[in-house]
């Protein structure tokens, strides 16, 4: 193991709260000044651990005023973004938008637009370069539901999403990429994928990862777990080997608990 990072990690930890359609654009703020002010208090080191919120379109702009202004070191992104860069396409977001708004990062084919807008492989593949266009890092979501989980395919099923949302990207973009894995069956449930669950689909996808683009890209890529994670289980999760952080809906809308995941190092047994 490399020990270029933190020590414990060979990548950065990126802890990533996806506040989902919650929170408008004043409570988001407030949201975000408590987050900002919790973990200054907590003086947590953010050059160890990366801090990433993904607020709704409309929180963007105060986000933005906010962390610059307070100079804040939280990094922030888009829910989704438009496979188009302009022009008729009622309703779309493009990522030249986001990047203009300072987002580092963008959510692709999160499983609720996966099942809730039939976004498929295909186009998600074009989201993905579309984002790389605009210099804006994708966070590519992936995850089995529960009848996929309960008939064993669960690894292969993942991975062919993997493959087909990556499909047209170059080793030097995917060495930048962020993968979530995200079994469906956890997310918002309070079922929570096991440690040893994460941590298999995790180096699962790493290992895709090197077939598609060699070993020395898979090793830089950060692969998320996410699914009803909270302090409690945080650090468990992100102890495993493959695990390079979690994307947090629920109990990222609460600063206290969110900063607890953040803070997930000081939960953790030091060997
Ligand atoms: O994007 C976050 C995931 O959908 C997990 O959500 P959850 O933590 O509420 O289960």
Known sequence: MTTSTNGKFDRKPLIAGNWKMNMDHVQGITLLQKLAWT???AEHDFSRVEVAVFPPFTDLRGVQTLTMGDDLPVHYGAQD???QDSGAYTGEISGQFLSRLGCSYVLVGHSERRALHHESDALLATKVAAAFRHSITPVLCVG?????????THVEYTLEQLRGSLEGITAEQAATLVVAYEPVWAIGTGEVAGPEDAQELCAAIRTELAQLFGDETAAKVR???????????????????DVDGVLVGGASLDAAEFANIVRFEHHLVTD
């Open 223 to 241: 692969i998320l777990y996410g699914g009803s994670v909270k302090a409690a289980n945080a650090a468990s999760i992100l102890a495993q080997r």
């Open 81 to 83: 973004l438009s496979a």
């Open 39 to 41: 973990l200054a208090d």
């Open 144 to 152: 089995e539901g529960l009848e996929i989980r309960q008939a064993g």
